[in-house]
């Protein structure tokens, strides 16, 4: 288990400045273990890589604690920040499908990733900025 977590904070240190590129099997691992090995994280249900036009998208189903949305809503979309920046796929828009009980309709984000990675990874951004700037959210 520590060893797990150890090799988790390894990975999350170099993959934010890594100039490897993942296929999308690689980055599904990363991903499955991100949200499983990390406190803080909410229930990945699901994901789904997809081309909408000319535009990749990543998209993330997570179950989130109604009252913790914010801590859901930031973890998740970090860690599709993180997953563009390594994946050999250009990456342009995040969706996140929030599910919250006891709502029957989930809540859906979506994020401009190269604006997401300003503030989750570069740090050239405030979280304020980013949800004027790069983040819209609306229920289905």
């Given at each position: 288990?520590?060893?797990?977590?150890?090799?988790?904070?390894?990975?999350?240190?170099?993959?934010?400045?890594?100039?490897?590129?993942?296929?999308?099997?690689?980055?599904?691992?990363?991903?499955?273990?991100?949200?499983?090995?990390?406190?803080?994280?909410?229930?990945?249900?699901?994901?789904?890589?997809?081309?909408?036009?000319?535009?990749?998208?990543?998209?993330?189903?997570?179950?989130?604690n109604l009252q913790d949305i914010n801590t859901s809503l930031l973890f998740s979309f970090k860690a599709m920040s993180l997953i563009a920046n390594v994946a050999n796929k250009g990456f342009k828009q995040g969706i996140l499908i929030l599910h919250t009980k006891p709502n029957n309709l989930p809540i859906i984000a979506e994020t401009d990733i190269k604006c997401a990675q300003q503030f989750f990874i570069y740090g050239n951004m405030g979280e304020k900025k980013w949800r004027k700037d790069c983040l819209s959210m609306k229920h289905n």
């Open positions: 288990m520590i060893i797990k977590k150890i090799f988790l904070i390894i990975l999350l240190g170099t993959v934010s400045f890594s100039t490897e590129r993942f296929d999308d099997a690689q980055i599904v691992v990363m991903l499955k273990e991100y949200f499983k090995e990390a406190p803080n994280a909410p229930i990945l249900l699901g994901h789904r890589f997809y081309q909408n036009r000319n535009d990749q998208i990543i998209q993330l189903e997570v179950d989130a």
